[in-house]
């Protein structure tokens, strides 16, 4: 039994012992969560009454690794928007190009953003990357807070020592690096651009948590809706309150969707009027044809040794879905063959992650729905990814008043800033169809006490 499996049994046997057993501690860490919004749609964004833990070594290695592909993303990207060819290749709406051509102030593609890693037998994956900051970043650091300081936690802490991993620090120093790279000079006022749902009578607890830090830091911050916002003498507004900062977790394709070019916001972007965070040039990440190109071979050949190691190593094969000659392990295929006969080890996912199209697991379908699920992906723009394993393990859960051990599919997102790792969050599902047992748990570095 290695480190983390002793100090998580340790755990679960303290959560079944006396006086932890009754659940009282835990049901005031669920109204601790709801009163600091730790909730989505009237559900708590963490079911779970155990964090995720990583040694100090696991974690050195994420971010060593993390890093360095980090680096490789920001060339590539580099390269699709100076080699119209390659830009194709990521399957962009024109309005997409558009708006990725145009330079955001600052010289970084991205500000924020995050891989998406699957662990397994101390080996990791990154399986997919985002220009963004996830309401993990933004709500783990609140629920680290919260169970450090549960009894049960505290008990748990006589024998371990326990590292958070604060991530929102490091989110607004890149914000307002990326403001003086852009020519702020002033102290900014930051508006936290959220798309209200329909019958939506509240903002979304990460906004309000990221508002209220703002605040604490000194910053004016508000939440506004892309249809509050007006743009007239080079100044975008919502009513009295002039923006210098938007910080934009709203995705370019659904503002796209609802909205066009003569938006006060793009207007706003075009003129060099307002710094936007993540900008409209980091769009290339939240296509899944990204790894696509990360993992040609040609395109990567003149990479560092070190990136073309990491890519490598830690991303699986991927193509964008189409009728032509490929690669994989050193040999020539024929892309569409290759996928109809090893559905086994491949799983298909929209380009665009925006929830009309959904991934489909070749290994949990059959011949005849992969064969279903080929055509659709040359419709609608697809990529194959070759299958890697996916730590699961057993976490406590607070189930309508009743303690459960569930077995969950665990997912760690590294955060990075500027480049530069700074924090992770840890998201748990069923891994397979809808479930109402999922969402966030706090991370921690583990080391035992001398």
């Known amino acids: 039994m290695n480190q983390i499996e002793e100090a998580i049994a340790r755990y679960h046997r303290l959560i079944e012992s006396e006086p932890y057993r009754d659940l009282a501690w835990a049901e005031q860490l669920v109204e601790q969560m709801q009163a600091a919004h730790l909730t989505e749609g009237g559900r708590l964004i963490c079911p779970f009454l155990r964090p995720h833990f990583l040694t100090r070594r696991q974690y050195e290695s994420l971010v060593k690794a993390a890093e360095c592909l980090f680096s490789a993303i920001d060339r590539v990207k580099q390269m699709a928007l100076n080699d119209p060819a390659l830009l194709d290749r990521m399957e962009l709406l024109p309005a997409e190009k558009m708006l990725a051509s145009v330079d955001p102030g600052y010289p970084y593609l991205s500000v924020s953003s995050l891989l998406d890693t699957h662990l397994s037998d101390g080996a990791f994956w990154f399986v997919q990357y985002d220009a963004d900051t996830p309401s993990g970043m933004i709500y783990g650091d609140v629920l680290a807070d919260l169970f450090f300081e549960t009894p049960l936690m505290q008990e748990f802490r006589k024998r371990y020592a326990l590292l958070k991993l604060a991530s929102r620090k490091h989110l607004l120093d890149a914000i307002l690096d990326a403001y003086k790279h852009f020519g702020g000079q002033r102290k900014p006022r930051i508006a936290i651009l959220e798309f209200r749902q329909p019958f939506q009578t509240t903002s979304q607890g990460e906004y309000v948590l990221l508002a209220q830090y703002l605040r604490s830091e000194g910053y004016e911050a508000e939440i506004v809706s892309p249809d509050q916002l007006e743009y007239r003498a080079g100044v975008l507004r919502r009513g009295a309150f002039e923006v210098d900062i938007v910080y934009r977790r709203v995705k ?111 290994w949990e379908v059959d011949q005849a729905a992969w064969e279903r699920a080929i055509r659709r992906a040359l419709r609608t723009p697809y990529v194959v990814q070759e299958r890697v394993c996916s730590l699961r393990a057993q976490f406590p859960v607070l189930y309508y008043g009743q303690l459960e051990m569930r077995d969950m599919q665990v997912e760690v997102h590294p955060h990075a800033f500027l480049g530069r790792v700074q924090g992770c969050s840890c998201r748990l599902s069923s891994g397979s169809g809808f479930s109402m047992v999922e969402g966030l748990t706090p991370t921690f570095i583990l080391e035992a006490r001398a």
Do not use: M
């Open 252 to 362: 370019a394709h659904e503002f796209l969707l609802r909205y066009d070019l003569t938006h006060p916001l793009v207007r706003a972007y075009r003129e060099g009027k307002v710094c936007v965070v993540n900008s409209f040039r980091s769009e290339l990440a939240h296509k899944r044809a990204l790894f696509d190109l990360l993992t040609d071979e040609r395109i990567t050949a003149d990479f560092p040794a070190a990136e073309r190691k990491a890519i490598r190593q830690y991303i699986p094969w991927t193509r964008l879905v189409s009728a032509r000659k490929t690669t994989y392990q050193d040999q020539t295929v024929d892309l569409l063959e290759f996928i109809r006969n090893n559905r086994e080890k491949l799983i298909l996912k929209p380009n665009d992650d925006t929830g009309d199209e959904h991934s489909v697991p070749g």
